[in-house]
């Protein structure tokens, strides 16, 4: 029996494959429909909450003429209630789907949950650990706006230490030459070094600068993210964190015209609502983007693409 094509992590995919990818996306970001997976079963199963990872699987499978099952909130309504491990939630799944989407608290459960998966497996976001289709959706969003990766300098801003979409979009970055990363973040959510040395590594140029303004200057890209309360032990170290940087139209007006900015959402105060109507704005149709790099991955995964 042939392995399952999972998606555990952003190290996965390389430069072939990502640009394989982005030219299936765009196809079908023209066709938005097609009958390809009709038959076809995907099975949600979400441990944390989620808007857009969630629905646009979810509608990603349904416009591909598939058919979805899903719990609302596995935590509660899936017999992780009763105590079930999650090895056997997956194989017992693997039976009934032709593929499964997850998302969990825990960093690795996805890895964890592939090893019993006998169908493909998803990663939609593992805790503080990586969330690999939403940086693929990031860097599509990127590409479509600058019609290239290579030498874009862009700043990661916030929660770069409990923020998944981050750490996966380092590594999807650090394989295009000639990125810069700039890490801007309060200093209890400091880039972690794993994905310092990782971009040493990879002769990626990288720094941390606090000066939110003067790297708005320079950046092609300020990718905002959320303070996440909840993965916070300490309530106090999250008010320190929590608006210590926020985009305005003021400083957005600092950025280049040619610039963007984006984010993966749900968003609080990082990003006041007046600056949405800026057309530097990136972060709806970022969302939007999930939906046809989703079909794809859906796609790829089930062999019937490439
Ligand atoms: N960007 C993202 O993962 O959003 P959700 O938590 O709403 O899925």
Known sequence: ????????????????????????AAELAERERTGDLHGYTLASLFYEPSTRTRFSFEAAMYRLGGNVITTENAREFSSFAKGESLEDTIRVLSGYADVIVMRHSEIGAAKRAAEFATVPLLNAGDGAGQHPTQALLDLFTLHQHFDRLEGLHVALVGDLRYGRTVRSLAYLLAKYPGVRLTFVAPAVCQMHGDIKEYLARQDVKWREDGDLNAVLREVDCVYMTRIQKERFLDTHEYERAYNSYRLTPE??????????????????????????????????QQARNGLWVRMALILYVLNVWG
């Not at 998606?7 to 072939?16: G, T, Y």
């Not at 950025?255 to 963007?260: G, K, L, Q, V």
């Open 1 to 24: 029996m042939t392995e399952p094509r999972h998606i555990i992590e952003s190290q996965q995919f390389d430069r072939p494959f990502i640009a394989a990818l982005f030219d299936k």
């Open 251 to 284: 400083n957005v007006a600092l950025m280049r015209t040619d610039a963007i900015v984006m984010h993966p959402l749900p968003r609080l105060g990082e990003i006041d609502p007046a600056v949405d109507d800026d057309p530097r704005a990136a972060y709806f």
